[in-house]
């Protein structure tokens, strides 16, 4: 279990950095509705990650078996076509960054948060775990490595907890300390907000990059 946890770790802050959700999370904390709002969306994001590395742990028992040292070809295959899908992706958030003199816009849906409710804040979190492409690839990555290494049912279930805990950090501790001090943290969530926005692309880029590298440096070692 420890090995696999470690293979999977870099994907889990793949999914922790990524800026999208974080600057949703902080508009929620900043909103009127920022209880409801964020715990929705905390629930959201955490359920959608469960779901995906889940739905691809049990798909990957339909790989055929081999030997713990023998190649293994279709994971490798499934392995290098995510590792080049996140390349690809890398270089689609490089060429669309923002330039020096521009401003960064913040998506529509993100400035009508003050008015969205409980049911509409749990669906984003689970949109942006679930079906955003870059989090869905890192987490069917981390569902086939952890269900291609055939470990027990509770090994299974834990090193999914652990793979979620480590992926939804970045959103479970603001919303947490926010709630807990949220006149003291309003400044630095918000001066936090600024930055992601403004550094969104070029933070993308490189996680993409460097995770594109990883996976399809381990589906060459599956052959």
Known sequence: MGSIIGQILPLALGIAISPVPIIAAILMLLSPRARTTSIGFLAGW?????????????????????????????????????????????????????????????????????RIHFGGALGLGLLLAAVNPKNLLLGASAGVTIGSAALGFGATAGTITV??????????????????ASKRLAGPLASLRDWLAQENAVIMTVVLLLLGVSVLGKGIGSF
């Open 46 to 114: 955490l359920v959608g990650i469960i779901a995906v590395t889940s739905v691809f742990t049990m798909l990957s028992a339909f790989l055929p078996e081999s030997g713990p040292t023998g190649p293994k070809p279709i994971l490798g295959t499934i392995q290098l076509l995510l590792g080049l899908t996140l390349l690809l992706l890398a270089a689609k958030q490089w060429r669309g960054r923002p330039g020096p003199d521009d401003a960064p816009q913040l998506p529509k849906w993100m400035r009508s948060i003050d």
């Open 163 to 180: 793979f979620t805990a480590l992926a939804g950090c970045t959103v479970l501790v603001p919303v947490i300390g926010a709630l807990a």
